[in-house]
């Protein structure tokens, strides 16, 4: 008799697996790195997302209009640096679920948290408060801190960070709606992870947008760890506002240039802002008059001309988003999660505790893995999986984060890791 388990963790049911996998092309169209004779298996597309093969292509293409045509750059042909920014824009909004004029890659994470916090957290005696997780990502909560402070208020009051209420440091809905009730009256601003960074658990956005509007608040997300990874559908979520990063699941490089969401009723919002040239309205731009006019929707909020050399990869990225389809990427990644988690659950149980929640709706490509034992046993595990060319990442005290990639990884991927940590517990 065989078992069907055991039938799981065999290199013929991965082989079969990833031949059937219809996105099993789009592997080639990254650069994997290599470990020895063979390739990395590498689990940190929720950290630095491989180099898509195009990205070079494109950069050169900018360097080389840049050296013949220098200024004229600005202006000539489809890749002109004047709308360039625009290039990605039809592509960005299918892949969060929003209009075109909704979005606009720009500045960094954290500076757009910042920029449309002038426009969206606005505190008055009455409504000075945001609620935000416990636990953040460390750059938000120093933003939103940072912010109150500016306007005058007192974090150790002001800043509501609500406590998980689940095992693991995860939230349930109930809690949510808890929170926002106690402190409707005194929310400006509520501001959530569509990810979670540490646990990985995903929010419902559309659930929390209507939960915060109803008590009178603004509600923005940061989608750093959401974007390129969940199916999103902003536009419909209703949320005021959103900013996320490109060099996690959007494989756009190092410090790739940010991305941001403003809801369409905002599109000619009266509201304060930081304003640059960028902003202006295209059409009147250049005749460089005294008063600013911003344009319509989310490009209105853009300050500068966008680097130019550091949008070039993300073109390169979202093409193969475009191709691939999120619907598809989803159901891809959702078996490969799966996956992983069936061979935890039926080897591993013993070293590793599965942080993430286990309901697909609340979780997209990644599961944090807490090691029983502790951190001196979890820092030993980690570094044995970087030897055996299996790349994790590391969260204190005692998490192992996984996050397989459905554009690159694959369950040969997921088989290697379950292997190095079953090696790791026999040495
Ligand atoms: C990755 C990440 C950041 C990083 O901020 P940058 O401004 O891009 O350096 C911030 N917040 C969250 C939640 C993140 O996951």
Redesign the pocket.
């Known amino acids: 008799m065989t078992d069907p388990l055991s039938d799981l963790f065999s290199d013929d049911h991965a082989r079969q697996q990833d031949a059937a996998d219809p996105l099993r092309a789009f592997r080639d169209a990254f650069l994997i790195p290599r470990f020895g004779d063979v390739e990395q298996a590498y689990f940190v597309g929720n950290s630095l997302g491989l180099q898509p093969r195009g990205a070079r292509a494109q950069v050169e293409d900018v360097l080389d209009k840049w050296a013949m045509e220098a200024v004229e750059g600005h202006f000539r042909g489809n890749s002109q640096w004047m709308t360039y920014h625009a290039l990605v824009g039809e592509q960005l909004a299918e892949v969060v679920g929003a209009e075109p004029s909704e979005v606009v890659a720009m500045n960094?994470?954290?500076?757009n948290l910042h920029l449309l916090m002038v426009s969206f957290y606005r505190p008055t005696r009455e409504r000075p408060a945001i609620l935000m997780e416990a636990g953040?990502?460390p750059?938000?909560r120093y933003a939103l801190e940072s912010q109150l402070r500016f306007h005058g208020f007192d974090p150790a009051t002001d800043l509501i960070e609500l406590e998980p209420d689940a095992p693991g440091g995860l939230f349930s809905m109930a809690a949510i709606e808890a929170a926002i009730a106690m402190h409707g009256p005194r929310l400006a601003l509520v501001l959530w992870?569509g990810v979670q960074?540490r646990t990985g658990q995903a929010f419902d956005l559309a659930e929390i947008t209507r939960l915060g509007h109803a008590a009178g608040a603004v509600v923005g997300f940061?989608l750093?760890?959401a974007a390129g990874n969940l199916p999103l559908r902003l536009h419909d979520s209703g949320a005021d506002f959103a900013v996320w990063?490109h060099?996690?699941y959007l494989n756009a490089g190092p410090?790739a240039v940010?991305g941001a969401f403003v809801h369409a009723r905002h599109a000619h919002t009266d509201r304060p802002r930081f304003a640059g040239w960028w902003g202006h309205d295209a059409a009147t731009r250049f005749q460089m008059g005294p008063h600013f006019q911003p344009t319509p929707g989310a490009e209105g909020w853009q300050l500068s001309n966008p680097p130019i050399l550091g949008l070039a990869p993300l073109r390169a990225s979202l093409d193969l988003f475009a191709q691939a389809g999120m619907p598809a990427l989803r159901r891809k990644s959702e078996i490969l999660t799966g996956y992983l988690e069936t061979l935890i659950h039926a080897q591993l149980d013993d070293v590793l505790d599965i942080v993430t929640p286990d309901e697909p709706a609340r979780r997209g490509a990644q599961l944090s893995l807490r090691v029983r034992g502790g951190r001196e046993q979890g820092r030993a595990l980690f570094e044995s999986l970087a030897a055996q060319g299996v790349l994790g990442d590391w969260r204190e005290p005692d998490v192992i984060r996984i996050s397989p990639a459905p554009l690159y990884n694959t369950h040969a991927d997921i088989l290697r890791f379950v292997r190095a940590v079953l090696h790791w517990r026999q040495a």
């Open positions: 960094s994470l954290t500076a953040a990502f750059s938000d992870p960074y940061d750093a760890h990063c060099y996690k410090g940010a």
